[in-house]
Nanobody
Framework: QVQLVESGGGLVQAGGSLRLSCAFS????????MGWFRQAPGKEREFVAV???????SYADSVKGRFTTSRDSAKNTVYLQMNSLKPEDTGVYYCAAGKEPYSSIWYRKENDYGYWGQGTQVTVSS
């Protein structure tokens, strides 16, 4: 059973940076698309970024140019580097693994993912 463990959240001032990490428990990490979602207070969870098993990436328009996702297969870990943070980036951030290995399509919806981390809080003060 795949388990995802996130770390790296915290409190940061606007304009600052944070890096989130998400450790994948199985050796099959390299086969899966890995996504990032976030949920602000009182709002629905939304797509932030995805890195495919092939290494290709895609981002929500709201974070494009500021956030970068990457993966390290030697460490079974995916990262989300967040720069130029804004108060509207505040929320609980979740990593997720695609429900099927070697996906042939882009996964940008919650139901594309079969495994989720516990979430980590990111708070950006103005």
């Amino acid at each position: 059973q795949v388990q995802l463990v996130e770390s790296g959240g915290g409190l940061v001032q606007a304009g600052g940076s944070l890096r989130l990490s998400c450790a994948f428990s199985e050796r099959t990490f390299s086969r899966y698309d890995m996504g990032w979602f976030r949920q602000a207070p009182g709002k629905e969870r939304e797509f932030v970024a995805v890195i495919r098993w092939s290494g290709l990436t895609s981002y929500a328009d709201s974070v494009k140019g500021r956030f970068t996702t990457s993966r390290d297969s030697a460490k079974n870990t995916v990262y989300l580097q967040m720069n130029s943070l804004k108060p509207e980036d505040t929320g609980v951030y979740y990593c997720a693994a695609g429900k099927e290995p070697y996906s042939s399509i882009w996964y940008r919806k919650e139901n594309d993912y079969g495994y989720w981390g516990q979430g980590t809080q990111v708070t950006v003060s103005s």
